[in-house]
T-cell receptor
Framework: GEDVEQSLFLSVREGDSSVINCTYT??????LYWYKQEPGAGLQLLTY?????DMKQDQRLTVLLNKKDKHLSLRIADTQTGDSAIYFC??????????FGDGTTLTVKP | DTEVTQTPKHLVMGMTNKKSLKCEQH?????MYWYKQKAKKPPELMFV???????INESVPSRFSPECPNSSLLNLHLHALQPEDSALYLC????????????????FGPGTRLLVL
C-alpha cells in the first residue's frame, strides 16, 4: 500500500540546521518531492529527487534518499525565520496520484 | 515560469449559492488537478484532467462539478455546499499525468479559501 509518514513538529534556533524526515512504503516511486506551505498559501515545490539518486543539493537544501530503508530527508542549512512553514513529503506512484505525508511544522526561533 | 493562478483568493457562500473557482496555467501542461485541503492536513485529491478529459474522480460529491474548457483553464463549479466543505481548494498542473521522467511533477496555485455558511 501507499503510506508516507513524517514527524509532526520540529523546532530549531535561527542559524542552526533543520532536518525533516520522511518514510514511504511504495518502492515503485520514481520521484519524491518536498513541498513548503506557508500560512494561508498554496504548496511551493521546493525540490525533488529521482529514485536512482542518493543525494541532491540545491543552495541551502540537501535531500538524502535511502532507497533500501525507504527514508527521505530534507536538510535546511542556516535556518532562517522565513523557513517557518509546514513541509510536506510526497511520492508519485500511480499516474496522476500523489501521496502526501501529514506535514512537518517547522518553527524557527530567533 | 512555473505559475498557476487561482481566483478568487477568498470566497464566502451560503448553502444555496452557486459559485465557481477558476484556475489557469500557461506552462503548456496537459494535466490539471483539484485538491481540497483542511487546516493542518495534507491536500486530498478530488479530480484530475488529462488532455482536457476527466481522468480521475476520487468519489467527490456531485455538488462539486469540474470543467476543463481548454488546456490552460480548469474550473470547479460549486452548488448546494455544506459547511464541512469549507477548506482551501488548491489547483495544480503537471506536464503530463503519467510517470515518465518527472513530467508528473505538480506545481500548485495559491489556492482559494472557501467558507460555506
Amino acid at each position: 500500500g501507499e503510506d508516507v509518514e513524517q514527524s509532526l513538529f520540529l523546532s530549531v534556533r535561527e542559524g542552526d540546521s533543520s532536518v525533516i524526515n520522511c518514510t514511504y512504503t511504495d518502492s515503485s516511486s520514481t520521484y519524491l518531492y518536498w513541498y513548503k506551505q506557508e500560512p494561508g498559501a498554496g504548496l511551493q515545490l521546493l525540490t525533488y529527487i529521482f529514485s536512482n539518486m542518493d543525494m541532491k543539493q540545491d543552495q541551502r537544501l540537501t535531500v538524502l534518499l535511502n532507497k533500501k530503508d525507504k527514508h527521505l530527508s530534507l536538510r535546511i542549512a542556516d535556518t532562517q525565520t522565513g523557513d517557518s512553514a509546514i513541509y510536506f513529503c510526497a511520492e508519485n506512484t500511480n499516474a496522476g496520484k500523489s501521496t502526501f505525508g501529514d506535514g512537518t511544522t517547522l518553527t524557527v526561533k530567533p | 515560469d512555473t505559475e498557476v493562478t487561482q481566483t478568487p483568493k477568498h470566497l464566502v457562500m451560503g448553502m444555496t449559492n452557486k459559485k465557481s473557482l477558476k484556475c489557469e496555467q500557461h506552462m503548456g501542461h496537459r494535466a490539471m488537478y483539484w485538491y481540497k485541503q483542511k487546516a493542518k492536513k495534507p491536500p486530498e485529491l478530488m479530480f484530475v484532467y488529462s488532455y482536457e478529459k476527466l481522468s480521475i474522480n476520487e468519489s467527490v460529491p456531485s455538488r462539486f462539478s469540474p470543467e476543463c474548457p481548454n488546456s490552460s483553464l480548469l474550473n470547479l463549479h460549486l452548488h448546494a455546499l455544506q459547511p464541512e466543505d469549507s477548506a482551501l481548494y488548491l489547483c495544480a498542473s503537471s506536464q503530463d499525468m503519467g510517470l515518465a521522467g518527472g513530467q508528473e511533477t505538480q506545481y500548485f496555485g495559491p489556492g482559494t479559501r472557501l467558507l460555506v455558511l
